[in-house]
């Protein structure tokens, strides 16, 4: 009886062995796939995200016939956006509400990486005192990621202009600021501002700017770049600038000629998730080789106490 009791215990602990195996094996396949999955998946978002996607159908002093077919894919595509050596440099959509191109692209497809848009309440042709244009804040400086690098000095002097085209023409784009505000802060988010309200509306900017140009502004038209700021849930990082007549199509440039310590830190900080997923991939091996060493211990001891 005692030899039957004792074959049955060391049946069931193989067997509990044998599924404990299976099960780690099991977990630390599903651990590696999501691993590769993340990977893949976050390299798809940013390919789609990247502004070279939409290079064929930027408009040229020479020509605008991309541009035309741009907006024969999607005609609620009303200007492209150039801000000199980064790497905004995108179409800009308008609809009729601030949820659809949150998800979907310039060609109009499902995108997580989504579109930059004018606020459904300003004027497509950036007629408004005030027009406010929202980007995602996306790794890698893509669409509106590279905003929070104002912040630093240095970058904010350095990278003020840009280009504005709609209805054909081109218009000069000059960052006069950079700040922080909150989603809600109507002060800031005034897209229906009046025309007899600009002059306050600079002067509470000013106040508000983390980085302001003191140089006196010259008459045009107010944009409001604006994206998610990284870790404060209704945080926004925002660019204001002022849009004048006369501007030049913008020239194809190298981007990110100089990186302030500033600017190290905020790239970074936005490369965290690839950091973790390094991480993870290499705690796996870290795992399967104790795994394994402890496996091999167990068989010896079981083998030399035969």
């Not at 044998?18 to 796939?33: A, E, K, P, Q, Y």
């Not at 949150?102 to 848009?117: D, I, P, Q, R, Y």
């Not at 905020?266 to 997923?277: F, S, T």
Request: charged share 25%.
């Amino acid at each position: 009886m005692s030899v039957f009791i004792t074959k049955t215990v060391k049946f069931i602990f193989k067997a509990a062995d044998r599924l404990v195996n299976t099960l780690f094996i099991t977990l630390l396949l599903l651990l590696l796939i999501l691993t590769v999955y993340i990977t893949s998946e976050n390299k798809r978002i940013l390919d789609e995200a990247d502004s070279k996607v939409y290079t064929a159908y930027k408009p040229t002093s020479e020509d605008t016939t991309s541009f035309d077919e741009l907006r024969a894919i999607n005609n609620e595509i009303v200007g492209w956006l150039t801000i000199d050596d980064t790497k905004i440099d995108y179409p800009l959509t308008h609809t009729t509400n601030n949820d659809k191109y949150v998800n979907t692209s310039a060609t109009g497809e499902f995108s997580l990486s989504g579109a930059l848009f004018l606020d459904f309440r300003n004027a497509p042709d950036f007629s408004d005192p005030l027009t406010v244009i929202y980007g995602h804040n996306m790794t890698d400086d893509m669409m509106f990621g590279v905003i929070d690098k104002y912040s630093d000095p240095f970058f904010f002097k350095e990278h003020k202009h840009g280009t504005l085209f709609f209805g054909g023409d081109y218009y000069d784009v000059s960052v006069f600021a950079y700040l922080m505000a909150d989603a809600h802060d109507t002060s800031v988010y005034s897209p229906t501002l009046k025309e007899d309200d600009v002059e306050s509306w600079i002067a509470h900017v000013r106040e508000t700017a983390v980085n302001f140009d003191s140089k006196p502004l010259s008459g045009g038209r107010m944009l409001l770049l604006s994206t998610c700021s990284s870790g404060i849930t209704n945080g926004r990082d925002l660019l204001a600038a002022v849009i004048t007549p006369g501007g030049k199509p913008p020239e194809a440039k190298e981007v990110g000629h100089s990186t302030s310590p500033a600017q190290l830190s905020g790239i970074i900080r936005r490369e965290k998730i690839n950091i973790y997923i390094v991480y993870m991939g290499i705690a796996l091996a870290v795992l399967t080789v104790i795994y394994f060493i402890l496996k091999r211990r167990k068989k010896k001891k079981h083998e030399q106490g035969k």
